[in-house]
């Protein structure tokens, strides 16, 4: 054991010794003072380039001469036809060079993105030359479309839920942003929710962002106006291009032929089969019914067309259809020699070659009046309440609350019977889309406000006002049938 005096001795060497060490760790202090000092300006001057870079990057492309670039994003192939006569003007337009690029996208029910594969083979047999951007991490596919530094950008729809994160409104801030609706127009009130109570058929982020929105009626830019947070300045009448895209459809029926020409139904069922969002979808009531009336009739085919985001929202918590009885009815349904399903880009020409058209809703009310089919209406009671352009539609439709009436219906158009609403389509059609030519008014409408940003004039093919064209009734011809 050590001694006091030992313990003396070594408490005197360290008093001696401290100096020295106050001094080491004084230096020691400083020196990590400065290097703290030099790291925080490193990383000021690097905040500094991230911010200028940044701020760059915000400012989209300017454009005095030479090539406008154009880039379409596509993730919903089964909306092409409202971009498909957009695309083949641009291409033909030497102003312009366009680009076309596929990628991925998650509708509800689906858990995670995916599809580009679907979209990239649906493209290419259309003979659209596209890139693919699929990479794991959406935003080095937001590298790419930045590089291509375009001066504007199509999305198909306002929804960013759709897609990735990089292809947000917010993320593609740094381009003018526009958009060609993928529906013609919106025929209902639109669901408002607590946290966000605007009208997202018009006031979505990406309406708010867009540079010009390309619109099919005067009705659309009003609803714009009186709903939209920033007004209708964005919004321009031009028409719809998937009007025209419908009526020129070339007819093309999925059904193999037997011995004869049969009667041709096509049963559209929308999404919403839901508690929530607009309540339209009727599938969960009716599917079963579907199947005994297409298996009892051998003198009609049938071409089931549910709406793209059906087979994925079956997968949804709300949702009254589960994935393995939507999976066993379309097992069901494939069986039978006299029906197909389609869910392909070319839909309207399944529309152009079919007799007669049975759905709940929405977008197909109006689209087979283009063509002058009968459209019969299997009205769900809660769905949400149509406007004044859905209240101008359903005049051209006959509406059923019950399925057994819908169906005696529409086997009896499909095999040749009169629709007593064909005056009133028609009307619809004339009012409704009233503007012809809608992809050059939308090349009118880039060209002149490019030219004004840059300075220059625009001379711009004329508007046709509608107004309320479309709550006048035609001079002549029968009410609207209501049935149920």
């Not at 030359?129 to 199509?154: C, K, N, Q, T, W």
């Not at 919403?272 to 085919?301: C, K, N, Q, V, Y």
């Not at 009310?365 to 002058?372: D, G, T």
Request: hydrophobic letters at 45%.
């Amino acid at each position: 054991m050590r001694g006091p005096l030992w313990r003396f001795r070594n408490l005197l060497r360290n008093i001696l010794l401290m100096p020295g060490r106050v001094k080491e760790l004084h230096e020691i202090a400083i020196e990590t003072q400065h290097l703290m000092l030099r790291e925080l300006q490193g990383q000021r001057d690097l905040t500094k380039v991230t911010l200028a870079r940044t701020a760059e990057l915000q400012v989209p492309a300017a454009w005095a001469d030479g090539p406008i670039r154009v880039l379409l994003l596509i993730h919903y192939p089964e909306a092409w036809a409202s971009l498909a006569g957009v695309h083949r003007a641009l291409e033909a337009d030497a102003r312009f060079a366009v680009t076309v690029a596929t990628i991925p996208r998650r509708f509800p029910g689906a858990d995670r993105f995916a599809g580009e594969d679907v979209t990239h083979a649906a493209l290419a047999a259309s003979g659209v030359p596209h890139i693919r951007l699929d990479f794991a991490d959406s935003f080095e596919s937001l590298d790419v479309v930045r590089a291509l530094r375009p001066h504007l950008v199509f999305r198909q729809s306002q929804w960013d839920s759709d897609v990735p994160p990089a292809f947000s409104a917010q993320a593609l801030g740094f381009t003018r942003l526009c958009l060609v609706p993928y529906e013609t127009m919106n025929l209902i009130e639109n669901v408002r929710h607590d946290a966000s109570p605007t009208d997202s058929a018009v006031d979505a982020p990406y309406h708010r962002a867009a540079w010009r929105i390309f619109c099919a009626n005067d009705e659309v830019r009003s609803a714009a106006a009186s709903n939209g947070t920033l007004g209708a300045d964005r919004f321009v009448v031009t028409g719809h291009p998937k009007a025209a895209s419908i009526g020129n459809a070339a007819p093309h029926w999925p059904v193999s032929q037997g011995d004869g020409r049969r009667g041709r139904i096509v049963w559209s069922a929308h999404h919403s089969i839901g508690e929530h969002w607009t309540r339209f979808g009727m599938f969960h009531r009716m599917h079963r019914r579907m199947l005994l009336f297409a298996a009892s009739r051998p003198d009609l085919e049938f071409v089931f067309m549910p709406h793209p985001m059906l087979p994925s929202y079956v997968g949804h918590p709300d949702s009254p259809t589960g994935r393995r009885e939507f999976a066993a009815f379309v097992d069901d349904w494939d069986r039978l020699p006299n029906t197909a399903r389609y869910t392909g880009p070319d839909y309207a020409g399944v529309l152009r070659a079919a007799d007669a058209v049975i759905t709940d809703g929405i977008s197909m009310l109006i689209e087979p009046q283009i063509v002058r089919r009968p459209v019969v209406f299997i009205e769900r009671d809660d769905h949400r309440p149509f406007n004044a352009t859905g209240r101008a539609v359903i005049r051209g439709v006959h509406s059923h609350h019950d399925i057994e009436s819908a169906i005696e219906a529409v086997a009896r158009f499909a095999l040749g019977g009169p629709d007593p609403l064909s005056e009133l389509q028609e009307h619809n059609v004339r009012m409704l889309f009233a503007h012809p030519d809608p992809e050059r008014r939308i090349i009118d409408a880039i060209i002149g406000g490019l030219q004004r940003e840059s300075g220059g004039s625009a001379t711009l093919a004329p508007v046709i006002p509608i107004g309320d064209a479309i709550d006048t009734e035609p001079e002549a011809g029968p009410d609207r049938v209501t049935a149920g």
